[in-house]
């Protein structure tokens, strides 16, 4: 019985986002290019500033390391744009071993943590955005998204023994790699540690981190607020906010690409009473896939020219070598953490106290 409810609900879901998608394309006549165009630079300034400011906390990381900004910068494209193609978050992998490629003598532990740096300020915008969005009228409370027409979350939230079984597997799951990893303790948590040396520097932090990612924010506004004119809609402060807590809402349930399900179901939920049915529809499907389009062939063209690979395939084989690689030498005894590790956390590297050297290089 379950079984046939989950294939209705899928059946339901693909069939609205096939009809949001033929709206967008027999549409396109009616979209506004200019504003479409203008909304995808800003979308790539977004992520272009947000690369900066996890090269900063890399740097902070590898002070005496000389590392490539355009490295770094192609590597977060292509991670972003395979997870807007494909589900469930595998340019996570991807952005993990052309960064940890990129900067010499690293380790995935440290490379991790210094992209959980970003977390921080985005969870805090994140929850501003969220309370916004329910305090507006418009948004449907969580009980409600059982009644949405995407499968993904309609499902999880009808079923709530389900999701409860999944949420404890995954902390299980965690529990059980933490158990595994304290056999390594010391040397995993320094690489951690050294992950996140920015955040030991408040002001170090604020300036070459927070603020890089304020910038990003802004500049996200810009881009949703064009692409929102582009299609009809209307740019507002309240209409972009409320595609910004869609979007927090799409990010929490990676079953399909970029939440592109979510998104669509919540954007005809939320703006019925701002647009028309058509426009609204037209606007769910046809951002994400002029996102998609966008940073997967920016992230394409990154991995082509910069990292020389021929397709993201390749990428994930050889970031799962490289993964196998490094916990083979960590088995058969190789270097220890203090190898790797600055002053600043227990290992022989030197630097000032700000994080920097003379030999570095930095681009």
Not at 50 to 63: E, G, K, T, V
Not at 248 to 277: D, E
Not at 355 to 362: E, K
Request: with cysteine.
């Amino acid at each position: 019985m379950s079984t046939a409810l989950f294939a209705a609900s899928l059946g339901d879901s693909l069939n609205s986002f096939f009809e949001a998608a033929g709206q967008f394309f027999s549409d396109l006549a009616a979209v506004h290019w200019p504003a479409l165009v203008v909304g995808l630079l800003f979308f790539g300034a977004n992520l272009t500033l947000r690369s900066r400011a996890f090269f900063n906390s890399l740097r902070a990381a590898y002070p005496s390391v000389p590392i490539q900004w355009r490295r770094v910068w192609g590597a977060y494209f292509a991670a972003v744009g395979f997870n807007n193609v494909v589900p469930a978050r595998g340019g996570d992998v991807i952005k993990l071993f052309l960064t940890k490629s990129s900067v010499p003598g690293s380790r995935y532990p440290t490379v991790a943590a210094a992209f959980f740096v970003e977390s921080i300020f985005d969870a805090c915008v994140g929850v501003l955005v969220l309370i916004f969005a329910f305090t507006q009228g418009v948004f449907p409370k969580p009980p409600d998204f059982s009644k949405l027409s995407s499968f993904d979350i309609s499902y999880l939230a009808s079923h709530f023994r389900l999701t409860l079984f999944l949420i404890t597997a995954v902390a299980v799951g965690a529990l059980i790699a933490f158990a595994l990893l304290s056999q390594r303790a010391r040397a995993f948590w320094l690489r951690v540690r050294q992950g996140l040396t920015i955040l030991t520097d408040k002001r170090r932090y604020l300036r070459q981190v927070a603020s890089w990612q304020a910038l990003a924010w802004m500049s996200r506004f810009a881009a949703f607020w064009f692409m929102l004119e582009a299609f009809g809609v209307g740019g507002s402060v309240q209409n972009v906010l409320l595609v910004f807590g869609i979007n927090q809402v799409a990010g929490a349930v990676p079953f399909t690409p970029g939440g592109a399900g979510v998104q669509q179901a919540l954007m005809v939920k939320v703006f019925a009473g701002s647009a028309s049915t058509a426009a609204v529809a037209a606007y769910s499907v046809g951002q994400q896939i002029a996102i998609a389009f966008f940073t997967a062939a920016v992230g394409l063209c990154a991995i082509i020219f910069i990292f020389r690979f021929r397709s993201f395939r390749e990428v994930i084989a050889a970031g799962r070598a490289s993964q196998q690689a490094e916990r083979a030498a960590e088995g058969d005894g190789g270097e220890t953490a203090d190898e790797q590790l600055p002053a600043s956390v227990g290992g022989r590297g030197g630097g000032d106290g700000d994080g920097y050297t003379p030999s570095a290089r930095y681009y």
